[in-house]
């Protein structure tokens, strides 16, 4: 249908077609052909370098092909863009293909023969729910950098504040040496406010390093090293809340993948999520935070002692904008920090905790050995 004169033309979806016998490719393609550009793969090399080459919103695949299963293609397509939408085709009544299906993330799974009106159905749903997967993740980018100058703000008030017992210090001195600059006590004095110069310098200094660091594609990195500078970062707000952290950090934990500044920014989060439940409290207010490797996995688990989360809010803590403080809060905080751990690859969970605090578990995948990654990267050449 064309479109009236001024307004815009209709964009229609792009469907890949995989099926390795011409007879389904055909009849799918005359199916969907008068509402949709339809591409056609034979086998799964085929569909992964049309996929390489131009942008799709839906594939439809059948699971039983040479060599290469229409599974291993959604997996393949979840890899490289999670929102492309994969329907699996099969003429077999397959329990584990369904299972694994549905666990990669296909949209829909039908036998054959399928019904036409059915199948168009679903078709039609698909573009429909990628749009909003991608509506989602705008929303999602937009809730991590809303956050990220919240948090730069926090830094920056962090850092003022600290200046100014050392400033104020160095300001009573120069006014007692004005007073009498003959006192047999000057090279002391000098010597006090050379040293808080000093602070004064080491305290811009780590700021300075937190506004430096800039997002980058995901690297090796050590999270203890990532949890000693948020601690660093965080030390301020920690200190003027007389908030005591104990740490059991593990001396052999493995590097694990990914973006220093986002998972800082996650972690900066549950710190200043876990001061934000436990100001005000009579009862010791303590952070703990755990690491450890499991399988393939490097974990960390951040418990406060605060007053936990109630059982109707634990399945909304990590939902945009939900919050529990009012006006006081965002409800971007622990938005956040699982939108980064999805970035990652990881998880976070609240877990149950033996004390009255929340408890959050992250897990990130483990880095590969660096002989391990020059093997996979050369196993092609």
Known sequence: ???????????????????????????????????????????????????DQQSFDLVITDVRMPRQTGVDLLREVKLRDPDIQVIILTGYGQLESAMKAVEFGAFAYMEKPFDNDHLLHQVHAAPDKRNRELERRKLEQLALEANRFDLVGRVVSGMLHDLGTPLSVIGSHIELLQIDPDKSDVDGRLNIMHAQVNHCSDIVRSTMNFLRHHSQKPAPLNLNDVIQTCLDVGR???????????????????????????????ILNLLTNACQAMQGQTEPQEIYIRTWSDGDQVCMSFADSGPGI?????????????????????????????????????????????????????????AKPTAQVEESDTAGD
């Not at 593990?250 to 986002?262: E, I, T």
């Not at 939902?319 to 990881?346: C, I, Y």
């Open 236 to 266: 301020p707000l920690l200190r003027r809340q007389h908030v005591e952290v104990g740490e059991e950090l593990d001396p052999d934990l493995p590097s694990c993948l990914g973006d220093f500044v986002l998972i800082r920014q996650a």
């Open 310 to 366: 109630p059982p109707e809010n634990r399945r909304k803590v990590f939902d945009t904008f939900f919050s529990t403080k009012g006006k006081g809060g965002t409800g971007l905080g622990l938005a956040v920090v699982r939108n980064v751990m999805r970035q990652h690859g990881g998880d976070v969970t609240l877990a149950d905790s033996p004390y009255r605090g929340a408890l959050f578990v992250l897990t990130f995948p483990m």
């Open 1 to 51: 249908m064309r479109s009236g004169q001024g307004e815009e033309p209709e964009v229609r979806a792009q469907i890949l077609v995989v099926d390795d016998e011409n007879g389904p490719r055909q009849a799918l393609r005359m199916l969907l052909k008068e509402d949709y550009d339809v591409a056609m793969a034979s086998d799964v090399p085929m569909a992964l370098a049309l996929l």
